[in-house]
């Protein structure tokens, strides 16, 4: 898997962030957080896409459009599911909004880079990889604060061999 950027991952991180953040405000009113989260990852897609020089007719849109809807479909179970619980709900639809941001970043980045078609996207993935954002979420907070959890240098130390 190539190693993103500096300039990409800080796109990652603050769109995530911002996807998180609106995703929270929006969190008492159910469904209306998915539906806000949408258009914020068609624009990161956009913005990514320009920043790689890509032509935006490149970008591999369907499965782009997987990950977004998918996405939301997923985060809309866990808000019928934990929605109504005022803190468990409020951190899940954040903490699911920031994982979904990622697992788009890193897709969009891999697809973008390769010169072989963009890999397929399940459910399954997209499962994974908001569980797994939400567990390491939870063992960083845990065991750091949250600033440090973000940063580039940790982020660099996980990834880099």
Do not use: N
């Amino acid at each position: 898997m190539a190693l993103m950027t500096p300039e990409i991952h800080h796109l990652t991180r603050r769109y995530a962030m911002l996807s998180a953040a609106v995703s929270v405000i929006t969190h008492p009113v159910p469904g209306v957080d998915e539906l806000v989260i949408v258009p914020i990852h068609y624009c990161f897609s956009i913005r990514m896409a320009k920043m790689q020089g890509v032509e935006i007719w490149d970008v591999p849109w369907r499965r782009v459009h997987k990950i977004v809807w998918g996405g939301a479909l997923l985060r809309f179970g866990s808000d019928i599911a934990l929605g109504f619980v005022p803190i468990a709900g409020a951190v899940t639809h954040g903490l699911t909004a920031a994982a979904l941001t990622r697992f788009l970043g890193h897709y969009l980045y891999r697809a973008l880079t390769q010169e072989e078609p963009a890999p397929p996207v399940t459910m399954r993935a997209i499962k994974e990889s908001i569980q797994q954002g939400i567990t390491s979420a939870k063992s960083s907070l845990a065991s750091r604060s949250w600033r440090e959890s973000w940063s580039l240098a940790s982020w660099r130390a996980r990834v880099v061999p």
